[in-house]
């Protein structure tokens, strides 16, 4: 237990509630604040340009003397991919992690310019912590990557936990089952809360083995006449390590595509958590010298990403590999929710290419996320008083809280969140409470939070109607239109085709400016004359809005 009574307990989200990513989860404890992730999501179809969405941190920042310690479960991007921006602000924050997780930090981290200003600890299921008086354990779970763990914060009112991405699986590809014994002994000593996966709480059952999918994908690799061509999450090591295993099986080289799973291939080899013969991993540049049925490609592109070099292979846009005839394309992920589209047209380009495409049909593919019978085994092993389904779209939530209803949690005391609600716990009783600034966060290029609202809707106008540009000299002076009005269409109308239009919007034009000249309008109401006036017109013309930019020049 806590070495000093802590009377005043908050829990929140920064992410990772109603959504699929950017995961950052904060615990409270009197004055001292514990993070757990600092995930990123990739943007939606209405985020035009955007590259990745972080959390909005403004509390930690204003609190930043108080932040303790960042507590990394695991290393998917939608856990450490905001890290590097978080720590911009808050580089003297110890961040903890295990040894694989730490090594795929470590690469953000490097690539950030901040891997030496940085303090990262180690930690393992086993570490048992002390900070600022307040005792902290963790746990092994089951995910599609090695090194899970979730965590137990103690405090006078009971334990909170956070579960971190989890599955029971039974038979696991790295032999490490969940620490079933730990958490029922953690329900035995008494949770408070109990922060929980919410991803598959709408899926009856059990989520499948690991080991299923080697089985599987050694048999479409035994039974394949050509290259064979492994799409997957870079960070699933589990499923890499079932890759090469089953290329050494069937006698066949592995060369790896994509700069993010060379560089996790490279980390995980490393730290011994993949391990092949060391002839089986060959370059991309000795592909084409080794016959078709010795090959295994594995690459990133499982998600449909318009760069990644799956797509650009399905394209025949790809440098050194691109789809031929014969090829038998294993795609060993499902969409996240929102990619779909991008998936589908993916699979219709490797179908065109003339590739046998393996996605839905087979088990070349089982979910990270417990399904409903695990989640409510969770729940009955750690036997909290108050629950908060985390890490889900509000659907998810909901489904999960029904779940926790079913195994004797009562109603009151389950609380679906939104990001920034704050629960707050006093005499083991909770209450919402305030809310603390959060959302989304914009990267785009090397710009953190500087695409707004504003500048979205300006590129989703534009994305629907285009621009018109209409350019103008003027004679302040003497009040008269020297040259122009000159309009300039991008996106909006084909010019050539569009004269007779054009030509009546330079006469319209030209008498709005002449009118607004007589009336001695200032340079700001001019330019709203022109815009408004041609707006109106270009509407009764077409049936569009494009947006107008009026551009004066004075001589």
């Keep these: 237990m806590s070495k000093k009574k802590t009377e005043n307990i908050s829990v929140f989200a920064l992410g990772g509630v ?144 956070h579960t971190g991405d989890f599955k029971f699986d039974y038979t696991p590809v790295d032999g490490k089952q969940s620490d079933f014994n730990k958490l029922a002994a953690i329900g035995q000593r008494g949770v408070l809360a109990l922060l929980s996966d919410s991803t598959n709480a709408e899926r009856p059952g059990q989520t499948g083995s690991e080991s299923i999918v080697g089985a599987e994908l050694n048999d479409v690799i035994y039974q394949a006449e050509g290259r064979v061509i492994v799409a997957s999450f870079a960070s699933n090591v589990h499923r890499l390590q079932q890759v090469f295993a089953a290329a050494e099986a069937n006698d066949r080289k592995v060369a790896v595509v994509g700069r993010s799973m060379v560089n996790i291939v490279e980390v995980a080899q490393k730290l011994n958590y993949l391990r092949f013969k060391p002839k089986t991993l060959v370059e991309l540049s000795q592909v084409n010298r080794l016959p078709d049925n010795k090959v295994v490609i594995l690459t990133t592109g ?66 990270g996320h417990g399904s409903a019978e695990e989640l409510k085994l969770m729940l009955n092993l750690v036997k909290p008083k108050y629950f908060l389904p985390i890490h889900g779209e509000y659907r998810m939530q909901m489904a999960h809280s029904k779940l926790a209803e079913q195994v004797g949690v009562k109603s009151n005391n389950i609380f679906i969140v939104e990001k920034g609600d704050v629960v707050e716990f006093t005499g083991r009783k909770a209450r919402m409470s305030r809310k603390v600034p959060a959302g989304n966060v914009l990267i785009d290029g090397i710009g953190v939070g500087d695409v707004g609202n504003i500048v979205l809707r300006d590129r989703r106008l534009l994305s629907q109607d285009g621009v018109v540009l209409c350019v103008v000299t003027l004679n302040r002076k003497q009040k008269k239109l020297i040259s122009g009005p000159e309009l300039i269409s991008r996106g909006f109308v084909y010019m050539r085709e569009s004269e007779e239009m054009i030509s009546e919007a330079n006469r319209i034009v030209t008498k709005q400016i002449e009118k607004s000249l007589q009336a001695g309008s200032d340079w700001t109401e001019l330019k709203s004359n022109i815009r408004e006036r041609l707006s109106v017109f270009l509407f009764e013309q077409t049936k569009r809005r494009p947006m107008i930019l009026p551009i004066i020049m004075e001589i």
């Design 302 to 367: 499982s998600q449909g990403e318009p760069m990644a070099a799956l797509t650009r292979m399905a394209r025949n846009a790809h440098k050194q590999v691109n789809i031929r005839l014969n090829d038998t394309v294993v795609i060993a992920a499902t969409p996240i929710p929102g990619n779909e589209k991008s998936v589908s047209k993916t699979i219709d380009l490797l179908f065109r290419s003339g590739a046998n495409v393996i996605y839905n049909q087979r088990k070349v593919h089982v979910s």
């Design 18 to 161: 109603g959504e699929i990513g950017k995961n950052m989860y904060v615990v409270e404890l009197d004055d001292d604040i514990f993070v757990i992730d600092a995930g990123l999501m990739f943007p939606g179809d209405e985020m035009l340009g955007i590259d990745i969405v972080i959390p909005d941190i403004t509390y930690l920042k204003e609190n930043k003397d108080r932040v303790r310690a960042i507590f990394i479960t695991h290393g998917h991007e939608d856990h450490i991919g905001g890290l590097s921006y978080v720590l911009r602000d808050l580089k003297h924050v110890p961040v903890y992690g295990t040894k694989l997780t730490l090594g795929l930090i470590e690469l953000k981290l490097k690539e950030a310019g901040l891997l030496k200003e940085v303090d990262l600890r180690l930690i393992d299921a086993k570490t048992k912590l002390t900070i600022a008086d307040h005792f902290i354990t963790f746990f092994r779970v089951n995910h599609s990557i090695p090194d899970c763990v979730g965590v137990c914060i103690q405090t006078s009112q009971g334990a909170i936990v």
